[in-house]
């Protein structure tokens, strides 16, 4: 294996020189595109079908039913972590896909890495643009690392020439508006790597890693699609994607005077919200300007959803007709919302308007109802809505679309930007948090790229299933658009707290844009996580009280140096150790846990390390970084142990052995207990 140097290059989108190269390859990609390029290697094979679980009390397999089982998106997946590889600039700054090549190590092939993880686990996306990968092939080892899965040319992937991997399931760019972009689940039970045999330029891989107790069906050709399909084809954008169930229908019409507010629907008793459409008249912008959507959840005084109607929508201007898989605007004028909102106790729907003019409302709801525990158990989460704005923004400080505590998961976003400055906003990366760690589970290249385009949507506006872009203007002295993302493999769980945040520039460097977004995620209060234990490597009296023991370890002098991210400005300095071979050390855990992650501060100025995990003599998993950075060099990398082997305990020996090609570095060890209250009564208060 072998790194690659660093190169210095213009940046994404500010450079003529990346725009005529760009245009340059685009005639070559369609000029060639109809014409067989090579001879495959994968095997295009049919789909077959697989039967489906319970959808009210059991989590989705990992792998397509997580995708396309919209029912289950409010249980809880405590399970699991999401990440995100990316061709970020390790420095900070902007040269995102530039500097340093880009990927992470050259393999045996001599193909360029982009991807590495040990399962079992299961990548959700994957996005690239840039220049000279297109040329080459995509190549996907899934357990077996000496043969692929998939190994073909890279156009002909994206274009759709497999059975699988077709269109609404993967977007060329320009379906995607400049960006490249895979939702076809790539599961693994024991390891996964992609690489290109070209160079890569702008790439996001997006993954989760579950727990060792987790039983993953390895990446197969032969996937049941029917559903997926029916979901996301463009005739069925704008219906409910849950399909057939048993709902009670609810038809209401309100008239809401200026400042006040009219409800749309109470129910009484536990169920869930299944869906939402409304009409509004007169269907102007300065009226819907001032409409909200409040949405109360059993005995909440704050509601859980109070965001401006076209946003909550996605539909910023009135003649904005996104589509996606749970908000948009059918054809009808209703705006429609399919996303899975339980109650365990009350349900209170409700419009407020806030303009001068008085308002027509027409709604049909749905909902579940089953009579005392509700459709959904304890281990599903209150749906809410966070509607954030902020005008101007701030010279130094990310835009935060989200910051909240608790257990639940992200599942998406909608996100209007206007800038007077051109459109150097969409140089923003986002940084994505989870479990108050430092460092983030997701770094982007840039705004559009985190929303499936490319090079600030060079072929105009869409919409698809998942992510869109249905408004670009772009004017002198103005430049706005509007876009979204919705996570459903992809999401992001957090066990307590989440942290959502996006460069409103390049570099933060810009004020007085405006920026407003509405974050939509899960949330349960009957979850709590606790720090129960905390080893500081190279404490005497802490090593002592955690019975550390190491073998052929070296200790470090004092590095100063920064985490990556929005705080990668701010100085740390500590001291740890280097693993060759071993160590060991106790934990203190709550015996009430219904699992148990560990954080470990180390040092990526090497990448690939890797350790065996033992927990009591029992295999835990892989622990596995393959990330370096000789810039930004600290970093906070999380692991979870089956709850298997944390359940009842009150504490846990840990065994850590290096088994990677490079030196495995602590500094520190944090042990988090997760417990759900269970002392909590029926209706889930």
């Known amino acids: 294996m072998k790194y690659f140097p660093e190169v210095s290059m213009p940046a994404k989108a500010g450079s003529a020189y990346a725009l005529a190269v760009f245009g340059l390859i685009a005639v070559i990609v369609f000029t060639g595109a109809c014409h067989k390029l090579d001879n495959d290697k994968s095997d295009d094979t049919a789909a077959t079908t697989s039967p489906n679980k319970s959808f009210l009390h059991d989590l989705p397999e990992p792998g397509v039913e997580s995708v396309t089982s919209i029912e289950t998106l409010p249980l809880l997946q405590l399970h699991s972590r999401t990440r995100q590889t990316s061709s970020h600039d390790l420095t900070g700054g902007n040269q995102d896909g530039f500097r340093r090549g880009t990927q992470f190590y050259v393999d045996e092939q001599g ?21 000279t990968s297109w040329l080459g092939r995509i190549k996907i080892y899934v357990d077996d690392l000496d043969k692929p899965v998939i190994d073909k040319n890279f156009i002909r992937f994206f274009l759709g020439f497999n059975q699988l991997f077709k269109f609404p399931r993967v977007y060329f760019f320009h379906q995607s508006s400049g960006g490249f972009a895979s939702y076809v689940p790539i599961c693994y039970q024991k390891r996964c790597r992609i690489a290109l045999s070209m160079k890569p330029e702008f790439f996001q891989i997006t993954s989760r890693r579950y727990d060792a107790d987790t039983k993953v069906q390895p990446f197969s050709q032969t996937r049941n699609v029917d559903n997926w399909d029916r979901q996301w084809s463009a005739e069925n954008l704008g219906k409910d994607p849950k399909g057939v169930n048993a709902t009670h229908a609810y038809k ?21 919200i299944w869906s939402i459409r409304i009409k509004i008249e007169p269907f102007e912008q300065r009226v819907i300007d001032n409409l909200y959507l409040k949405a109360w959840w059993d005995d909440e005084d704050k509601a859980s959803i109070d965001v401006p109607v076209n946003e909550f929508f996605g539909a910023y201007y009135i003649h904005d007709t996104p589509r996606s898989l749970l908000i948009g605007r059918d054809d009808g004028d209703y705006y429609y919302c399919y996303f899975p909102m339980p109650f365990w106790s009350k349900a209170r729907i409700a419009i407020k308007n806030r303009g001068d003019d008085p308002v027509e409302i027409e709604a049909d709801i749905e909902a579940m109802l089953v009579p005392m525990r509700g459709p959904y158990s304890s281990k599903a989460g209150y749906f809410r809505a966070y509607y954030a704005k902020e005008k101007p923004t701030v010279i130094g400080k990310d835009f935060i679309a989200l910051d909240t505590d608790g257990a639940g998961h992200f599942v998406g976003i909608t996100h209007t930007m206007e800038s007077s400055s051109g459109q150097d906003y969409m140089e923003g990366d986002e940084r994505i948090y ?6 983030p589970a997701l770094y982007g290249t840039g705004t559009e790229d985190y929303y499936n385009g490319g090079w ?72 709590r996580t606790q720090r129960s234990d905390t080893l500081d490597i190279g404490n005497a009296e802490s090593e002592a009280s955690h019975n550390y023991q190491d073998s052929n370890a070296v200790t470090t002098d004092f590095i100063q140096s920064y985490y990556e991210g929005d705080s990668d400005q701010d100085s740390v300095r500590d001291r740890g150790r280097i693993i060759a071979d071993s160590c060991s050390f106790s934990m203190t855990i709550d015996p009430a846990n219904d ?53 009842g305990r009150e504490s846990i020996l840990i065994r850590l052995e290096n088994i990677g090609p490079a030196p495995w570095t602590q500094f520190r060890f944090e042990a988090f207990s997760v417990v759900t209250d269970e002392h909590r009564d029926s209706k889930g208060k």
């Open 595 to 647: 699992r148990v992650f560990l954080r470990r501060l180390y040092d990526q100025l090497n990448g690939l390390q890797t350790a065996r995990v033992l927990v009591a003599g029992h295999n835990a998993g892989t622990w596995f970084d393959l990330a370096h950075n000789p810039h930004k060099r600290f970093a906070d990398s999380d692991f979870l142990i089956p709850a298997s082997l944390t359940k």
């Open 111 to 131: 193909d360029y890495v982009v991807f590495d993880d040990y399962g079992p686990g299961c990548v959700y996306r994957m996005w690239f643009t840039g220049f």
């Open 252 to 272: 209401s019409s309100a008239s809401v005077s200026p400042e006040k507010t009219e409800d749309l629907l109470v129910i009484e008793g536990a169920g869930a």
């Open 434 to 439: 989870a479990d108050g760690s430092a460092s």
């Open 456 to 527: 600030y949507y060079i072929l105009g506006t869409f919409a698809q299933a998942l992510h869109g872009a249905p408004t670009h203007i772009s004017e002198p002295g103005f430049d706005m658009a509007t876009s979204y993302r919705m996570h459903l493999g992809d999401t992001i769980p957090f066990a307590h707290g989440f942290r959502f945040g996006i460069e409103h520039d390049r570099g933060n460097t810009i004020a007085g844009d405006d920026y407003h977004a509405v974050a939509y995620y899960y949330h349960n209060p009957r979850v």
